[in-house]
């Protein structure tokens, strides 16, 4: 098994070093790469299609499901293109992941798309996945496929933060008051942007990717492991850093089984 870890505009926060180190620390026979950028090495051509591509992903309204024949405009193509070179940053806009997950597809080598290339992708890109059941967009913190991507972005965004905030949150937008008070006022309890806690936590969503390779199955039922599908900041932080233990004994097996 191989790991290759891509650098698609994560935050500044996330050492990729640290990711690398832990990797290997966990599975010492396993390969691991760093590529950075999965675009940086495109001819000047192949740039302006993606950016056209990945364009072409962009959520207009969260109730409307993209067409995959949507056409985007020239001045949003032109800021795909920056921000593949890194002139600009992503922040803000909401991408359909999936398609956003396959236009990542085509950059990795032929040779290379197996389960026995974890290829994984970090952006500081928001995107979200269309919920048939109440037909809307909702955001996402990873998408595991061929290649997986995780959102900085999305850990932040993603799992819903404690409901007292959202309920302060109403009465402070109808004050005219600053949220960056409220912020203070539950510190440490989610992930928030420049957290120096986001490497940690990315951490566990790196072994749901090797683990989607391994086994199909990023994801478990026990709220204490790592693996664990958090839908609310608090699941999320408990699961990733305040657990006595990484990996229930259910994956702890199976990771020493694979990896043996």
Same mark, same amino acid.
């Given at each position: 098994?191989? &790991?290759?870890?891509?650098? !698609?505009?994560?935050?500044?926060?996330?050492?990729?070093? !640290? &990711?690398?180190?832990?990797?290997?620390? #966990?599975? !010492?026979?396993v390969k691991i790469e760093v590529r950075g950028n999965p675009f940086v090495k495109l001819p000047q051509d192949k740039i302006s299609d993606y950016a056209r591509k990945i364009a072409s992903t962009k959520i207009q309204e969260v109730r409307q499901k993209i067409l995959p024949e949507q056409e985007p405009l020239y001045g949003e193509i032109g800021y795909e293109k920056?921000?593949?070179?890194? #002139?600009?940053?992503?922040?803000?806009?909401?991408?359909?992941?999936?398609?956003?997950q396959r236009v990542f597809q085509e950059t990795i080598p032929r040779g290379e798309y197996s389960l026995e290339c974890a290829h994984i992708i970090f952006t500081n890109r928001l995107f979200a996945t269309w919920d048939e059941s109440n037909q809307r967009y909702h955001v996402r913190t990873s998408i595991y496929s061929i290649p997986s991507v995780i959102s900085t972005t999305g850990i932040v965004e993603g799992p819903a933060k404690p409901r007292e905030y959202y309920l302060l949150k109403q009465q402070y937008e109808r004050l005219g008051m600053e949220l960056t008070e409220l912020n203070d006022k539950f510190k440490g309890s989610f992930i928030d942007y420049e957290d120096r806690r986001l490497t940690e936590v990315i951490k566990g969503y790196v072994m749901q990717a090797v683990f989607y390779s391994l086994t199909g199955d990023p994801f478990c039922q026990d709220k204490g492991c790592r693996l664990y599908n958090a839908h609310w900041q608090e699941e999320l932080i408990f699961a990733q850093l305040e657990s006595g233990y990484e990996f229930c004994q259910r994956h702890t097996k199976i990771l020493k089984k694979e990896l043996s």
């Amino acid at each position: 098994m191989r &790991i290759i870890l891509y650098d !698609e505009g994560a935050a500044q926060e996330l050492s990729i070093e !640290e &990711i690398t180190k832990y990797l290997a620390q #966990k599975m !010492e026979k396993v390969k691991i790469e760093v590529r950075g950028n999965p675009f940086v090495k495109l001819p000047q051509d192949k740039i302006s299609d993606y950016a056209r591509k990945i364009a072409s992903t962009k959520i207009q309204e969260v109730r409307q499901k993209i067409l995959p024949e949507q056409e985007p405009l020239y001045g949003e193509i032109g800021y795909e293109k920056r921000r593949i070179l890194g #002139k600009t940053s992503a922040f803000g806009i909401l991408y359909d992941g999936l398609h956003l997950q396959r236009v990542f597809q085509e950059t990795i080598p032929r040779g290379e798309y197996s389960l026995e290339c974890a290829h994984i992708i970090f952006t500081n890109r928001l995107f979200a996945t269309w919920d048939e059941s109440n037909q809307r967009y909702h955001v996402r913190t990873s998408i595991y496929s061929i290649p997986s991507v995780i959102s900085t972005t999305g850990i932040v965004e993603g799992p819903a933060k404690p409901r007292e905030y959202y309920l302060l949150k109403q009465q402070y937008e109808r004050l005219g008051m600053e949220l960056t008070e409220l912020n203070d006022k539950f510190k440490g309890s989610f992930i928030d942007y420049e957290d120096r806690r986001l490497t940690e936590v990315i951490k566990g969503y790196v072994m749901q990717a090797v683990f989607y390779s391994l086994t199909g199955d990023p994801f478990c039922q026990d709220k204490g492991c790592r693996l664990y599908n958090a839908h609310w900041q608090e699941e999320l932080i408990f699961a990733q850093l305040e657990s006595g233990y990484e990996f229930c004994q259910r994956h702890t097996k199976i990771l020493k089984k694979e990896l043996s």
